[in-house]
């Protein structure tokens, strides 16, 4: 609960006054800007569903009357070729009536995407998958399209990097990226895969609340913990938790918080 701090001074009601016109120019800013459109998603393959099959709806809302999508293979999961990556893809996006295609298969990575209706990047592990975002010269192009409205869709790795760095992912640092900075889609950071402790189990390392505590530590943004069959939809300032789960979300200093779908979080979008 706020302390009552009595009657302000005059030099914090025009710090607060200086505030509020600062976050009024930017929400009229952000007005005049085109809305970002983004899914992302825990995983892209839950319990008893074949692959992105649990998230159909909302893929095809997301991208709408786009008939073609980019596929970025760079997380490589389990080490399966950028070719096969992209043919498991092709298959799901082709049975919802969307044309897939590589970026690898492009001769030039960067107009690839400048060029593409919509970019789809799946799961693996997000240290590679950053470090080759970086290498291939894709942060910049991606982060710009985003803003000009491209549809962006993310599952697992995909969703980690979409956040303001990749601190709370799950994966091994196999590889060394650039930077831990990742696309900054969003502004905060997010814990795909959220397990949550198992009442009767006598593991006594580390659970997956308490290395978001260390990571808050160390940094400010929120976390979302994102678990299995849930996603994120933004569309322009807004964000809906969907899917089947609350999300616990962390925040520096404070106590966990569980919301569940339909429940306000728009607060995440306002992020430091």
Not at 73 to 93: C, L, M, Q, V
Not at 181 to 208: C, K, W
Request: contains cysteine; hydrophobic residues 35%; proline residues 6%.
């Amino acid at each position: 609960m706020q302390e009552d701090m009595g009657e302000c001074s005059p030099e914090f009601d025009t710090f607060a006054g200086i505030r509020e016109s600062y976050h009024s120019t930017a929400r009229q800013m952000r007005k005049s800007l085109p809305k970002k459109h983004i899914l992302l998603v825990s995983t892209s393959t839950t319990h008893g569903t074949g692959y992105l099959e649990h998230c159909q709806n909302e893929i095809k809302e997301l991208l709408g009357d786009h008939q073609s999508i980019l596929f970025i293979p760079y997380a490589r999961p389990g080490g399966i070729s950028h070719t096969d990556y992209t043919a498991k893809a092709r298959e799901a996006f082709e049975a919802m009536g969307i044309k897939l295609s590589g970026v690898h298969e492009a001769e030039n990575a960067i107009a690839a995407v400048e060029q593409a209706e919509a970019v789809f990047i799946g799961g693996g592990n997000t240290f590679l998958l950053l470090r080759q975002l970086y290498a291939n010269k894709l942060i910049e192009p991606l982060q710009k399209r985003v803003e000009q409205g491209m549809p962006y869709m993310g599952t697992s790795a995909g969703t980690n990097v979409a956040g303001k760095t990749i601190g709370t992912t799950n994966d091994m640092p196999i590889v060394f990226p650039k930077s831990f900075d990742a696309l900054q889609l969003v502004p905060f950071n997010i814990n795909p895969h959220y397990l949550d402790p198992l009442p009767d189990s006598t593991h006594m390392g580390e659970t997956r609340e308490t290395r978001i505590q260390e990571f808050h530590i160390h940094n400010r943004q929120p976390v979302v913990g994102l678990r299995e069959g849930s996603m994120l939809r933004i569309e322009g300032e807004r964000i809906n938790l969907l899917g089947p789960h609350p999300a616990r979300i962390f925040l520096q200093g404070q106590p966990a918080m569980e919301f569940k779908p339909g429940d306000d979080i728009n607060f995440l979008m306002e992020a430091y």
